[in-house]
């Protein structure tokens, strides 16, 4: 079979994507496929619809329309009452484009994908999610740079082809022409994992076969990864908006606390601390339980940066002390810090305290405040006794005279050991589920 072009029956059409097309728009493309020119605008508003108002999250709707011309007969322009057909394809480049964002980081703002075909040569709806994405794109980098958001909330990358059976024979992106004839007709809307989000077919000739349906599935994959490609060409550096490791700040300025829990995190995320995401503010920690003040220093972090906030709060407590120094435990002795003042002090109180009272746990709570306002906990403890004299060199804090139950202290430890078997690991392996979504 020849087709239209002479393309192969895997071929896509040429495709050309220009970039802040117009000057105007947030973000901007005019998305070039064979004979179908759409322009993609993205518009933001800084609200969103009543049914989303308190709750943290953004919304993205988009509009589609073909110009009067677009098809070479004039073509009525939409008036209060829209074209079914206009209302069906907004819909469609509305579910798919939400697909690319994590709204929770979008914040309560809404950004509209406009896109208005200027020439219909078929496959104008997958042009436009494919050209929306783009626009998308743009909107978001031109918010980071004005400082209304703190990182890209774009979490796939989305793209749209159109795949179908001519004259028996399975082709990618079909024109109008092939269109108009097709037995069988599909559209694709794919991520970068190659995962669908929208996949339409239609045998409108005759029905279509299990093997053909596999063949059709196969160009329409084939055609989403080079349309992938094409995007991010046109996209250039921005193209690191896409999908990029999420940011988590550490609320601490204790270093070996941050070198514990980044060791923790591994390199699923951008680790930084406070001071690197330029939080240099004195926190109040003012609440009876290290819960209240994980949540206290996590909020205060992701509300002065935008970004997501990890904050623990940990300390010793001594049954034989009714739970002392607890939430005073880093300032036991009246200074913040100062770790040889709070030895010395927990000793001089535990002096008459036969060895089989002397124990003890270590407890971390954490607290992950997102952008969104929700703040998720978990809770760690490990168990162990308080020595008479101090062992190990390591560690920091009360660390030489707790006693594990291997009859090592944490200061003689391996900080491979304890990260494995400390609060904090026991909190992390905790609070990791509620990281998967991130």
Known sequence: ??????????????????????????????????????????????????FLKGKG??????????????????????????????????RLIGRALRQAVDRRFLGERTITIDCDVLEADGGTRTASITGGFVALCCAIDKLIR??????????????AVSAGIVSDEPCLDLCYVEDSAAQTDMNFVMDETGAFIELQGTGEGRAFTKAELQQILALGEKGIRELHQKQREA?????????????????????????????????????ISMQEAGFEEEIDENG?????????KAKAV???????????????AVDALDG??????????????DDQANNDLLIEKLKDVPAEDRTAQFVCAMALALP???????????????????????????????????????????QEEKNRISHRAHAMQAMLPQLEDL
């Not at 509009?63 to 057909?85: H, I, N």
């Open 1 to 50: 079979m020849s087709r239209p072009g002479n393309r192969q029956p895997n071929e896509l059409r040429k495709c050309d994507i220009i970039v802040d097309f117009v000057g105007t728009a947030d973000g901007s493309c005019l998305i070039s496929t064979g004979g179908t020119r759409v322009i993609c605008t993205a518009s933001v508003e800084e609200s969103v619809p009543p």
């Open 57 to 90: 999250v953004g919304w993205l709707t988009a509009e589609y329309a073909m110009l009067p011309a677009s098809t070479g007969r004039r073509k009525a322009r939409d008036g209060v009452k829209k074209d079914g057909r206009s209302v069906e394809i907004s």
């Open 146 to 159: 004005q400082g209304k958001l703190a990182e890209s909330p774009i979490v796939h990358q989305i793209a």
């Open 235 to 271: 996209l250039g550096d921005r193209s690191q908006l896409i999908a990029p490791r999420r940011t988590i700040v550490l609320a601490s300025n204790n270093a070996h606390k941050i070198f514990e829990l980044s060791e923790m995190l591994d390199d699923r995320f951008h680790v």
């Open 288 to 296: 009876d339980t290290f819960e209240a003040n994980a949540i206290i």
């Open 302 to 316: 992701m509300k002065s940066t935008g970004l997501t906030a990890l904050a623990d709060d940990s300390g010793l």
């Open 324 to 337: 002392e120094p607890g939430v005073h435990s880093a300032r036991y002795a009246g200074v913040h810090g």
């Open 372 to 414: 969104n306002g929700e703040v998720r906990t978990a809770e760690g403890t490990c168990p162990g006794v308080i020595t008479f004299t101090p062992r190990g060199n390591g560690g920091f804090g009360y660390d030489p005279y707790f006693e594990y139950l291997s009859g090592e202290t944490f200061a003689e430890m391996a």
